[in-house]
């Protein structure tokens, strides 16, 4: 009962994902094919706002609502990085779905993307069991 405010938060999220036609594979397809800047739009808003909270939270020392300190470890540069990007990108392409609207599209009736869920978790679960032997 006390993960419900995620539930509730998670729904509003995915309505504000459908309003903003985020989902919308004609807006992806549109994104990638250098027609619209709408998608742009919205993902270089969403880059902005977390370049301006991690500063804000760094130089701030925010903390958590528990009253703990929020750590964000350095990252180093990893060629998997760009391979692993790319790949996303181009399932994104393929499919017209980021893995963050699969569940809002799921959600709109569009069931037909429930492979591309289910995909998306096999991919996931694959990556978990070769994690450890990439370089």
């Not at 989902?23 to 549109?30: C, D, L, P, T």
């Not at 270089?44 to 009253?67: C, E, H, P, Y």
């Not at 980021?98 to 996931?124: D, H, K, N, Q």
Request: aromatic share 14%; proline share 3%; glycine share 12%.
């Amino acid at each position: 009962m006390k993960n419900i405010k995620f539930l509730i938060l998670g729904a509003l999220f995915g309505i504000v994902l459908v309003k903003a036609e985020v989902i919308s594979w004609f807006r992806i397809q549109e994104m990638f094919r250098l027609q619209a800047f709408h998608m742009y739009g919205i993902i270089g808003s969403a880059i902005l706002v977390g370049m301006i909270s991690i500063q804000i939270i760094k130089r701030f020392n925010i903390k958590t609502i528990d009253g703990e300190e929020i750590v964000i470890p350095k990252k180093e540069f990893r060629w998997g990085n760009i391979y692993g990007g790319l790949i996303f990108g181009l399932g994104w392409a393929i499919t017209g779905a980021c893995p963050g609207p699969l569940y809002a599209l799921l959600g709109s009736g569009f069931y037909v993307i429930s492979i591309t869920l289910l995909s998306a978790i096999a991919g996931t679960w694959f990556f978990g069991l070769i994690k450890n032997k990439l370089p």
